[in-house]
C-alpha cells in the first residue's frame, strides 16, 4: 500500500511498515524500574498480517503503544515507513500517528453520542479535512466495514460486532499504514468476534493494510500469517505460518529467538518470508 507523507515529514517508503531496533522500554514506579520491554527488534512490512502473544506482563501493551507511538522508547529506534521517529517533536510525531496508524482498541472507544459516521470522520477533522470530504470518506469506510446502512446509528444502537466494525472504519479512514489492534474480539461473542476478525482480514488482503493484533486467544492468533511471541520483555519467538501449503497441513517455519544473541537487525534476519493467501 503507498501512502503519502504527511507534507512536512519526508516519505521513506521502502516496503516496511514499522520497524523496531533494540527497543526498550523501562517504567520509573515508586522510585523502582520496571523493565517492560529489555531489547525488541522486529520489522512488518506493508501488508504482513500479524499476532503479538504472550502472558499478562510480557509486555505487549507496552510494545503496541510503541510500534503506534503512543509513547517513547528509553532507548532503542522505531522507524515508520523507513523513517527514524525516535528525534520527531511531539507535533510531528502526532501527525506522523495520525496519518500512518490506525488504532482499534478493546473496548472500542467510539462517542456514545455521536453518530457512526462523525465517530469515523474523527480523525479527518484533526487533519484539517473539510466537511464535505469528511463525509465522503467516512462514509465510504462504513461501506468497507459494510455498515453502510448503519450511518446514523449511535453506537448504542449497535452490535458489540458492528461497534467494533465502526472503530475499525475509523482507523481506515486515514488509509494508514499500519492497523494496530489490541484485543479487538476481548469483548465480543464468539460471533461477534468472528464478524470483526472476518472484515479485519478483509481489508488486510484488499487494501493492503498492515494489520498487527494483540491477543490472549490461541484460536484469533492462529488465523494471522506470523506469530510473535513475548515473553517477559522479549520476543520469544518469531513463526511465519505458510497457508499456501496442501493437504490440509499448514507449514509453519518457526524460529525460536534467542534474546541473548546480538539484536542489531535480528528481527530483519529472523523475519521468514511469508506467502499470500
Ligand atoms: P502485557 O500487555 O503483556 O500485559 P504490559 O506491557 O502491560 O504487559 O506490562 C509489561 C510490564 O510493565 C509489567 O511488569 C507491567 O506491570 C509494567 N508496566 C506497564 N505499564 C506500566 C506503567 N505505566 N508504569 C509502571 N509499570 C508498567
Do not use: W
Not at 476478525?197 to 478483509?202: K, R
Amino acid at each position: 500500500m503507498s501512502t503519502q507523507g504527511s507534507g512536512t515529514l519526508p516519505s521513506a517508503d521502502n516496503g516496511t511498515a514499522i520497524e523496531a531496533r533494540d527497543v526498550r522500554k523501562v517504567y520509573h514506579l515508586d522510585g523502582l524500574e520496571v523493565p517492560a520491554l529489555r531489547g525488541v527488534t522486529l520489522r512488518v512490512d506493508e501488508g504482513e498480517y500479524v499476532a503479538i502473544t504472550g502472558p499478562s506482563g510480557s509486555g505487549k501493551s507496552t510494545l503496541m503503544h510503541l510500534l503506534g507511538c503512543l509513547d517513547r522508547p528509553s532507548s532503542g529506534t522505531l522507524l515508520i515507513g523507513g523513517r527514524d521517529i525516535t528525534r520527531l517533536g511531539d507535533a510531528d510525531l502526532a501527525r506522523l500517528r495520525n496519518s500512518e496508524i490506525g488504532f482499534v482498541f478493546q473496548a472500542f472507544q467510539l462517542l456514545a453520542r455521536t453518530p457512526a459516521v462523525d465517530n469515523v470522520a474523527l480523525p479527518l477533522v484533526y487533519r484539517g479535512v473539510g466537511r464535505a470530504e469528511r463525509r465522503r470518506r467516512a462514509t465510504a469506510a462504513l461501506e468497507a466495514v459494510n455498515l453502510g446502512h448503519r450511518m446514523r446509528h449511535r453506537p448504542t444502537q449497535l452490535s458489540g460486532g458492528e461497534q467494533q466494525r465502526v472503530a475499525i472504519a475509523r482507523a481506515l479512514v486515514t488509509q494508514p499504514r499500519i492497523l494496530l489492534a489490541d484485543e479487538p474480539t476481548g469483548n465480543l461473542d464468539t460471533t461477534n468476534g468472528e464478524e470483526v476478525m472476518a472484515i479485519l482480514e478483509h481489508l488486510n488482503r484488499e487494501s493492503g493494510v498492515a494489520v498487527v493484533l494483540v491477543t490472549h486467544e490461541a484460536e484469533i492468533a492462529a488465523r494471522a500469517r506470523r506469530l510473535i511471541r513475548v515473553r517477559d520483555g522479549l520476543v520469544v519467538e518469531d513463526t511465519a505460518v505458510d497457508r499456501t501449503a496442501t493437504a490440509g497441513r499448514t507449514a509453519v517455519d518457526k524460529t525460536a529467538v534467542d534474546p541473548t544473541a546480538d539484536s542489531a537487525g535480528g528481527g530483519a534476519a529472523l523475519r521468514a518470508e511469508v506467502a499470500g493467501p
